[in-house]
């Protein structure tokens, strides 16, 4: 096949191109290649059809060259030879072949139909180029990571696969004025997206869409309105850290920096910190983190692995009170919480030796503590550095649980809940 019957793929430098076999392929049988370049022709050539369709094409032989009649030809599809029966002579010089039912081309760039001499010899080549109509492009989505750039992706849509090259383009302009731009750096995070590097303006809404061409047709999405400020996102928390709180065994400290992002351009942030143990794909997720950097983790299992992640989202950006977008979680770090010196083969808690008379309530309490702080005040220092001073004055005391009377409400001594808020 010639290189100008190439169709869309050649409109695209951006476009990967297709496999090489089956393009070489289609070149070689389109009418230039071999020895009988001149002598022979299919009808139709490169035809483009949609799934289901029948193909009725002709090979015609000019001139007499040896072997090149119409009962000496036959026909190949992809090189495998095609069965006869699908072929009739139709006089001396013109075999026909009726195809029905067709199925999506096996390469985007064209399935290979070829007529041959008696010989094997090429005669003339055809590429078929069977497919269907792009889809609307579904689910755009773009974001910020620096208020200059965006970078947008998309769903080609409900199928998706065409069988034939379809270009896509994404098209952005502002939403009161100006003229249409398109999109220049595909596939920077995917087969289906875009990056737009520059020359973007604040403080003003862009229209955005995606149009999709192929063979057979085109399809716009659906505009989307945005302004850059509200779909800001940061790279992911970098240097996350987990360590050991002391010996506590239900407990891990997590820490991590600031996207650089937030320094260069004055945001504020919140993060979320999501965790799982070694042997679970199931995470857990703490929300009220708020804008710290680091956090305590409590009501952990001791001697067990843990896999922490954290990531940030940018708000008050221009004092705007939209927040931005989620960033992407940071690599997993790990840390084990310490083995509980109190654990028996099975696992649970012993009670307290007759020696120990204060030792048991107190450690009781603790724990009773780190429950209702894991509920009500899962990251904040404050409620932390209350812990501290509480177990302090509990380690100091020697009190029992029922004496703790400036701990505990007095109606609820033997609950031992946790200090009221």
């Not at 320094?263 to 997720?285: C, H, P, T």
């Not at 209702?372 to 812990?387: I, M, T, V």
């Not at 380690?395 to 809940?417: M, V, W, Y």
């Amino acid at each position: 096949m010639p290189a100008g019957r190439r169709g869309p793929a050649a409109q695209s430098a951006r476009r990967p191109p297709p496999l090489l076999p089956l393009l070489l392929l289609c070149v070689l049988g389109a009418p230039q290649a071999g020895s009988g370049a001149d002598t022979a022709v299919i009808s139709p050539q490169d035809p483009t059809l949609l799934i289901g369709s029948s193909l009725l094409a002709t090979c015609s032989v000019h001139g007499d060259p040896p072997g090149a009649t119409a009962e000496g030809l036959y026909w190949t599809l992809n090189g495998r030879r095609l069965p006869p029966e699908l072929s009739r002579v139709l006089n001396a010089s013109t075999l026909a072949l009726a195809l029905a039912n067709l199925n999506g081309s096996r390469q985007q760039s064209g399935d290979n139909l070829v007529c041959h001499a008696r010989d094997g010899s090429i005669l003339a080549g055809s590429c078929l180029y069977v497919g269907l109509p792009p889809e609307k492009p579904v689910n755009i989505s773009c974001w910020s990571k620096n208020m200059k750039d965006l970078t947008c992706r998309w769903t080609p849509g409900a199928h998706g696969e065409t069988f034939l090259h379809t270009n896509y383009s994404l098209k952005y302009k502002l939403r009161w004025y100006g003229q249409d731009n398109t999109c220049e750096e595909y596939h920077t995070v995917g087969p289906h997206s875009c990056h737009i590097p520059k020359d973007l303006a604040l403080f003003t809404p862009y229209e955005i869409w995606v149009e999709a061409t192929n063979r057979l047709g085109s399809a716009r999405s659906d505009v989307l309105t945005l302004d850059i400020l509200d779909v800001v996102t940061t790279d992911p928390p970098p240097d996350v850290h987990v360590s050991r709180v002391g010996g506590l065994e239900d407990q891990l400290s997590v820490r991590w920096v600031s996207p650089p992002a937030l320094k260069d351009f004055l945001f504020q942030a919140k993060y979320q910190i999501r965790y799982r143990v070694e042997d679970s794909v199931d995470w857990k997720v703490v929300d009220d983190v708020s804008n710290q950097t680091s956090c305590r983790l409590a009501g952990l299992k001791p001697g067990t692995v843990y896999f922490v992640q954290v990531r940030c989202n940018p708000f008050g950006i221009y004092g705007s009170k939209k927040a931005g977008i989620w960033s992407e979680w940071s690599h997993p770090t790990a840390a084990s919480t310490p083995r509980s010196e109190r654990s028996g083969p099975g696992g649970g808690a012993c009670e307290p030796r007759g020696g120990e008379p204060s030792s048991g309530p107190v450690r009781r309490e603790l724990k009773q503590f780190l429950g209702w702080l894991k509920k009500h005040a899962y990251c904040s220092n404050l409620s932390f550095r209350l812990y501290d001073q509480w177990r302090a004055w509990m380690q100091k005391s020697h009190k029992t649980r029922n004496q703790d009377e400036g701990i505990l409400p007095s109606g609820r001594r033997g609950t031992a809940r946790g200090p009221a808020r």
